[in-house]
C-alpha cells in the first residue's frame, strides 16, 4: 500500500510541506503543477521553501497557497551552544524575510498547546521565553529606546482545558490588541522519525491548532482574525501508524530479492495491507502518537532557538547577548 493511501484511509495528517511534498512528487515520478521548490544549503541547516502559487497547487498538496519554508537541522541534537546560536540566526533571518515588517510594528505572540503535555508544550514554552515589550514600551531603559517594537504574547491553552476554541480567545485578543502580525508557535507531527526536533516549519498561511494529532480546529489564520499570521512549527510526534507501515514496507522490499517472495509481494492488497495495519495498532487505529524518551530536552532546546530568533528579528536594534541579558 502506498504511504499516500495511508494517509488517506487512516485520516492521517501530514504537517511539514516539504514532506507532502516529497511524497506526492515521489509517488507521482514528476514536478506536482502548481508548486514550486527551492533548495538552500547552510553551515548547520539545509532550508526549502515550498511555495504554492494558484489552485491547482492548493488541490496537489491540500493546504493553502502561500510560502512554507523548511529548515533541517540535525545538529539540534548536539549539545553546542555554537550551533545553536548559528540556527537561531538562519531562522531569524528567514522570519524577517518572511514577515517584511515595518520599525513600528505591533506584534502578537501566541503559544498553541498544552503546557502540561510535554511534547505538545512548545508554544507556550517559547512564550515563557520570549522578550515580551508592549507593557513597558514606553519604559524601556534608554540604551534600548527606538531597539524594539511593541510585542505581546498570549499561551490560551487547549479546548479541552479552557472550553472554549482557541481561535475564539486569540480575535478576542486581537480586536483589542490590534496587532499588525500574529505569530503563531504549535507543535506539529512528523511523517518521518529523523524530523522529530530537528525541522523547523515557519509560513505565512496560518495555522490549525491540534491538526498534527487529529482534532481539527478553527484556523488561526488572516481569515479568521482580520490580521496577517505567520505559523512557526516543529515536528514533536509521528504518527504510529505511519512507523508500522514503514516497517512492513521494509520488510516487503527485502522480500523482493527472492524472486518466489516476490510474486507474494506483488499479491499483497491494499486492503489486506490495511488490515494487518489495523490488527497491529488495536485499539488505537490512527490515534496513536509516539515521542521520544528525550522530547523534554527536544521541547527546551528548540523552544529556546525558537524564541531567541524572533527576539532578534523583531527587535533587530539589539544583539543576542542583550537579548539574553534582559530575559534574564
Known amino acids: 500500500m502506498k504511504k499516500s493511501e495511508l494517509i488517506k484511509n487512516f485520516n492521517l495528517n501530514i504537517d511539514l510541506a516539504v514532506e507532502a511534498h516529497e511524497l506526492l512528487r515521489g509517488e507521482a515520478d514528476t514536478e506536482i503543477p502548481g508548486v514550486s521548490m527551492e533548495e538552500e544549503k547552510h553551515d548547520h541547516a539545509t532550508v526549502t521553501t515550498i511555495k504554492i502559487i494558484n489552485e491547482q497547487g492548493v488541490q496537489e498538496m491540500g493546504r493553502p497557497q502561500g510560502t512554507y519554508i523548511t529548515m533541517d537541522v540535525p545538529e539540534i541534537h548536539d549539545n553546542n551552544y555554537l550551533i545553536h546560536e548559528d540556527i537561531t540566526e538562519s531562522l531569524s533571518q528567514k522570519l524577517a524575510q518572511l514577515m517584511n515588517l515595518p520599525e513600528d510594528a505591533s506584534i502578537l505572540l501566541v503559544g498553541l498547546g498544552n503546557r502540561n503535555a510535554t511534547p505538545d508544550a512548545l508554544g507556550p514554552q517559547v512564550i515563557q521565553k520570549s522578550l515580551v515589550t508592549r507593557h513597558l514600551f514606553n519604559y524601556t531603559p534608554e540604551e534600548l529606546q527606538g531597539k524594539l517594537r511593541k510585542v505581546s504574547a498570549i499561551a490560551p491553552g487547549v479546548l479541552g482545558i479552557t472550553g472554549i476554541e482557541t481561535a475564539e480567545i486569540i480575535r478576542g485578543v486581537v480586536e483589542h490588541v490590534k496587532p499588525d502580525l500574529v505569530i503563531a508557535i504549535d507543535a506539529l507531527a512528523?511523517?518521518?522519525?529523523?524530523?522529530?526536533?530537528?525541522?523547523?516549519?515557519?509560513?505565512?498561511?496560518?495555522?490549525?491548532?491540534?491538526?498534527?494529532?487529529?482534532?481539527?480546529?478553527?484556523?488561526?489564520?488572516?481569515?479568521?482574525?482580520?490580521?496577517r499570521v505567520i505559523a512557526i512549527g516543529i515536528p514533536t510526534v509521528m504518527n504510529a501508524a505511519i512507523i508500522a507501515h514503514n516497517c512492513l514496507e521494509s520488510l516487503l522490499e527485502e522480500l523482493t530479492t527472492s524472486p518466489t517472495l516476490y510474486k507474494l509481494y506483488k499479491e499483497i492488497s491494499s486492503s489486506t495491507f490495511e488490515s494487518i495495519l489495523g490488527k497491529a495498532l488495536a485499539p488505537y487505529h490512527n490515534n496513536l502518537m509516539v515521542t521520544p524518551k528525550e522530547i523534554d530536552t527536544l521541547i527546551q532546546t528548540t523552544a529556546r532557538i525558537i524564541a531567541g530568533s524572533l527576539g532578534m528579528c523583531l527587535h533587530p536594534g539589539i544583539t543576542i547577548e542583550e537579548y539574553q541579558m534582559y530575559m534574564h
Do not use: F, Y
Open 190 to 227: 512528523a511523517g518521518s522519525l529523523e524530523r522529530i526536533g530537528t525541522s523547523i516549519q515557519i509560513t505565512d498561511t496560518g495555522i490549525s491548532p491540534g491538526s498534527g494529532v487529529g482534532n481539527q480546529r478553527v484556523g488561526i489564520n488572516e481569515e479568521t482574525l482580520g490580521c
